[in-house]
Every structure is written in structure tokens, then in C-alpha cells.
């Protein structure tokens, strides 16, 4: 490897984390209105090992190299770019989905998907949080307009988007219901829950109503049953972008709303999350650290659906 060469972490077909390989690929150059970035730390999310290992979703056929969640230095800035120069410390999510690319040594992205990183927070904190912070943020805050008050239930409230929405949550006033396994409540109200419940053992569906707003990441019969405890003009936020019509169907019969949301980069949402972090208030729980040359090892232990938090490959 040399100054105009990089590691990344790439696949050439489809499968399980053992696809994944360490390869040497030019340092890209920043366009007009980007930043190239020197990547310290990079999130994982749920939608990595998804790409990997399945065909047909966004990315097309491999060889890709993966990874939307970034903090780092900025390097070098394109044409009219102000809002960076080099030397800044940085965080942000490369836009979903097509401008993947985080698990290597260097990335370019659009200046406006960046923020200035937290200074509370180191780069592997900071690297927890762009995508499931920014889904969680544009679910509850962009698109559920939630206010003080509002009751509202987020379903895996343990994972990575989850844990994300019972803190923004809370900074809004709303009285929150989380679900997880019970080996995860003590944590939940740690963050600060208000309720949490068991969904090996109690069906919520009959537990709570009343309710405001549901976000739900499971599947759409999870959905459809979380309906059930929505308020009259309540609304449902799914983070599963494909799906049937019926969810909204049966919204719509009942007297609802549910809608089906993507994430999207956004330099005000980072902000606003940045400060948050500053503050105390959004703190990133790390299930997990592995350097870049142990990413199948991580993609593998986020597999199993039992990390707590978030997973971040260090490249050092």
C-alpha cells in the first residue's frame, strides 16, 4: 500500500460474513461540494449484513465495499465547499443507500451529510451514531411531530435505532413504552424508559392503548398488531421500507395513520444530534469494537439479534 492507495473491506458475491475481504483500492478524490474523509471509526447496522448476504436489495450484484456510518478528519475538501476545511473532526452517514462505502480508510461523501463530531464523544461513539440516531430522529421528530406528552411505544427499544428513540424521546417530554427481553428492561429505564415490556411473555397488544406514536423495526404483523394500541389519529412509524399494502389498509379502516420511512442524509439532523450528544442527553450505548480487518466477525456477532446498542469497526 502506498499514499495513493487504501485498505477497505469489499465482497465479490453475495453470502455470509465470510465474504468479506480485505483489499487495496485507490484513495478516492473529493467532487465539487464533498470532503474526503480519513475514517477513524465506522458503524455497523443491521442494513450491512443485510446487503451482504442477500440479493437483490439496493446495492445490486457485489463487488461493493459496505458501511454508511462515519467519524473521522476531514482530508481534503472539493470545490465550494465552506462548511469543512481539513483538519475538522467530523461525524455524519453517507447517503442511504447508495452512497455506501465506510469500511475502508478513507471515504468521500456530500459535505451536508457531516456535522462537526461531538466534543463529549470519541470517534468510536461518535461512529455509533449517524444512521440509527437519524432514523430514530426523522421518525419521532421529522415525521411524528412528537410532542411533549405523547404516548408512544418503541418496539426492540434495546437495539441500535431503539435505544436512539427512547433517549430523543425523552429530551421531548413523551412518556415512553419500550419492548425487549426482560434481561434488557434495567437498561431501558437506565436510558429512560417509563415502561418497558417483556414481548416473550406479555402481548402489548392487549398491555397498553392509548397510544400516540408506535416506531416499529420488526416486520409488518408486528405492525399490524401494534395498531391495536394506537389512540384515534395515532400514527405508526415502520422502518421496514418493503412491505405490503395492507399495514396502511388497515390504518386507514381503523381511523390511523402508518406510514413506511427510509432514512436520508441530513446535515440538520446530525446538528441536531450533536448537540444532543454535547449535552448528555443522547448517549451511544457500544455493544461492541472490532478493528476493520475483523469485520465478518462483527457483521457475524450483529447477526444474532442479541447485541445491545451499537457494533463500530476502529481503523486505525
Known sequence: MNDTTMRAISQDAIGGPE???EVELPIPSPGPGEILIRVRAAGLNPTDWRHRGVSGLFLGEPPFVLGWDVSGEVVAAGIGVTLFEPGDEVFGMLPYPYGH??????????????APKPVNLDHIQAAAIPLAALTAWQALIDTA?????????????????????????????????????????????????????????????????????VLDSIDDENSLRSLRTLRPGGLLVS???????????????????????????????????????????????????????????AHALGETGRTVGKLVLTVP
Open 19 to 21: 465474504v468479506l475481504t
Open 101 to 114: 462505502g465506510a469500511f475502508a480508510e478513507y471515504v468521500v461523501g456530500p459535505t451536508r451529510a457531516f
Open 145 to 213: 411531530k412528537l410532542q411533549a406528552g405523547h404516548r408512544i411505544l418503541i418496539h426492540a427499544a434495546a437495539g441500535g435505532v431503539g435505544h436512539f428513540a427512547v433517549q430523543i424521546a425523552k429530551a421531548r417530554g413523551a412518556y415512553v413504552i419500550g419492548t425487549a427481553s426482560a434481561a434488557n428492561h434495567e437498561f431501558l429505564r437506565e436510558i429512560g424508559a417509563d415502561e418497558t415490556i417483556d414481548y416473550r411473555t406479555t402481548d402489548f397488544a392487549e398491555a397498553i392503548g392509548n397510544i400516540d406514536v
Open 239 to 297: 422502518l421496514r421500507a418493503f412491505g405490503t399494502t395492507e399495514l396502511a389498509t388497515e390504518a386507514k379502516q381503523l381511523g390511523l395513520r402508518a406510514v413506511r420511512m427510509l432514512v436520508q442524509d441530513d446535515h440538520a439532523g446530525m446538528t441536531a444530534l450533536a448537540e444532543l450528544a454535547d449535552s448528555g442527553t443522547l448517549r451511544p450505548t457500544i455493544a461492541g469494537v472490532f478493528p476493520l480487518e475483523e469485520a465478518a466477525k
